[in-house]
């Protein structure tokens, strides 16, 4: 240890990461198959490739990036769940492939797509069953399932069998599980995905509530609400390799966060388009217009008031910032 | 990270009281299943007995001989299926990912694999197991074929160095699904069948097929080798030393092979 250097020890680093991917050639239809069966040909592919970064405790980063981009690849390996080919990973200054146990006991980790609690089993069972894993008293697991309950709201849903759970009861009932333990770190993988926008709303204050507590937090996700309201530093990854590493403000700066709005008009437009600041670009195809725009600046409503004077509005739709655009600004940026 | 055997108990006995408690919560379906369980194994022992009534002997072994490998031999398997019958889903956790669930939890992970479901109603084989070991020993014991202490080696050892073998096995072939994903017909192969064949004398086997029951899926030191000894009908008294050394060994190289492959894991899904 250097004496001299006060900075506290990452939470989370990744050194030259690398997952590389054999993936067999499968021909087409039968013929095809049959040949994958004896031939030994493979496409390598790098899921992960070259990857570096330092976190440090009590942040919450963001990991973003398009489907396929390596984002689950790499929870997977800072958890303890696939080996790397290649790099370092430390994790509370333990590497998970070797300490798996040791570091396991420290995390906690969330999968959107499937839940960790015991599926025949009443969830009150499953929370009992997490606390004797990881050795917690009864006491202490009931008094943090307390203090969840106010914000995640699980205490009507301890009698019931989790297969019998909502998507939203199950990722609140989920989240509780996972930090039962009091893990100093925390890896969410796309926590609020299907989610509908009261449960998105009660997860995203919940952890913003452990974060404030002091809990790392690494959430990889699609949605860029998620990333605006609870990140204090974003890693975009695309095609194994990191593409921008910085603050919300900062991939504002670099590649705008672009939400969309279609405006239908009931008969064709009265006025021309309507003098936009810079970064809000309209565009026309008929009775329908199209506007980019970044909402940290401007409001929906300024928007459609601009178009007050083109006559009648029939439908108003608004698509959210989605990461693919961005993460091709970043790119052309 | 240590942990001692208590605590792998604890955690154990805990699952299984819980599922045990949901297993019961549906009453007339939990009975059922025991029924249905015993009833086929017994089905199976009364075929075997049928046609040894007809024959009277397989091999030279009377069906009351049968009847004490047969019991030993269903004891281990309802002991392996109560605790260690995840292994055999192991195909599911790989195609599905759920492996990784596993693998966050800060214990071996065959531990965590294994204390997913602990399936209390197989136990109904045990009872099933003890009643042909009875029948057995009724004849055996006042013929003077089995000792006391050979009668206590069937009822209380060789089932548990049986379930430790079968664990093994199933280890060793879930490991492969590390590398092949698909291992749920392998199970016909490695578990199943010579299953069904531990519970003959293997002298009724080709050469080829006794040497792989006897190496590498030793089920003959589960029932056969040990048995044969009891009885009066041949062997070592090594027998009795050797069965748990194969036990153990097997275990230990099915958690080595484990182990490798658990480094070749690839978690599917998102």
Request: glycine share 20%.
């Given at each position: 240890m250097n004496q001299h250097r006060s900075a506290p020890a990452a939470a989370i680093s990744a050194d030259r990461l690398a997952k590389h991917f054999h993936i067999a050639e499968t021909g087409r239809g039968v013929t095809g198959a049959l040949r994958s069966l004896v031939s030994r040909k493979s496409r390598l592919v790098r899921a992960v490739d070259d990857v570096t970064f330092a976190i440090e405790p009590g942040s919450f980063v963001g990991y973003l990036g398009p489907n396929g981009a390596g984002k689950s690849t790499t929870v997977k390996m800072l958890a303890g769940i696939m080996h790397p080919s290649a790099g370092e990973i430390r994790v509370l200054g333990m590497s998970p492939q070797r300490q798996r146990q040791a570091v396991a006991q420290r995390i906690g980790v969330v999968f959107g797509q499937r839940t960790q609690l015991w599926w025949d089993l009443p969830l009150g069972d499953s929370y009992e069953l997490i606390a004797a894993m990881y050795g917690v008293s009864p006491a202490l697991a009931q008094q943090r399932l307390r203090r969840f309950d106010e914000v995640l709201e699980i205490k009507p849903l301890l009698d019931q069998q989790v297969r019998k759970l909502s998507l939203g009861q199950r990722m609140r009932a989920d989240l509780a599980g996972a930090l039962l333990h009091g893990p100093e770190v925390l890896f969410l993988d796309e926590p609020t995905i299907g989610l509908d926008v009261v449960a998105k709303a009660a997860i995203r204050e919940f952890l913003r509530e452990i974060n404030a507590s002091g809990v790392t937090i690494l959430l990889t996700t699609h949605d860029m609400d998620d990333v605006e309201q609870l990140c204090d530093r974003i890693l975009v990854i695309n095609h194994g390799r990191l593409a921008f590493d910085g603050t919300v403000p900062g991939l504002r700066t670099a590649a705008g966060i672009p939400t969309t709005m279609h405006l239908d008009f009931a008969a064709d437009l009265l006025c021309e388009l309507p003098r936009l600041n810079g970064d809000i670009r309209a565009t026309r195809d008929g009775r329908r217009v199209t506007v980019a725009f970044d909402r940290s600046r401007v409001s929906a409503a300024r928007i459609v008031a601009a178009f007050q004077d083109c006559g009648e509005v029939t439908d108003i739709q608004i698509s959210e910032p989605n990461i693919e655009e961005i993460v091709r600004r970043v790119y052309t940026a | 990270m240590r942990r001692t055997a208590l605590d792998f108990w604890r955690v154990f006995w805990f699952l299984a009281a819980k599922g045990m408690r949901e297993r019961m919560q549906y009453k007339a379906s939990f009975l059922l299943t025991v029924l249905f369980r015993t009833l086929s194994t017994t089905m199976d022992f009364v075929l075997i007995a049928v046609i040894l009534a007809r024959f009277r002997f397989i091999d030279g072994w009377d069906v009351f001989e049968v009847a004490l490998l047969y019991g030993p031999v269903t004891l281990a398997r309802s002991i392996f299926d109560a605790f260690a019958r995840e292994l055999e889903r192991f195909e599911h956790y790989l195609v599905s990912g759920d492996y990784d669930g596993i693998l966050v939890r800060p214990w071996p992970t065959v531990f965590a694999l294994l204390a997913r479901k602990v399936d209390?109603?197989?136990?109904?084989m045990a009872l099933q197991g003890l009643v042909l070991i009875a029948i057995g020993a009724s004849q055996a014991l006042p013929a003077g074929t089995l000792s006391p202490a050979g009668l206590a080696y069937l009822v209380l050892v060789l089932p548990l160095l049986g379930a430790m073998i079968l664990t093994a096995i199933s280890m060793a072939t879930a490991a492969i699904g590390f590398w092949v994903i698909r291992i749920d017909d392998l199970y016909v192969f490695t578990m199943y069948a010579p299953l069904s064949a531990a519970v003959f004398p293997l002298s009724i086997y080709p050469g080829w097929l006794r040497g792989l029951l006897h190496t590498v899926i030793p089920v003959a030191f589960a029932g056969y080798l040990p048995v044969l000894f009891l009885l009066g009908k041949g062997g070592s008294g090594w027998v009795l030393v050797a069965s748990p050394a194969v036990a153990l060994i097997s275990l230990w190289l099915a958690h080595r092979l484990w182990l490798t492959g658990e480094r070749q894991y690839h978690s599917t899904g998102s």
């Open positions: - | 209390v109603t197989r136990i109904g």
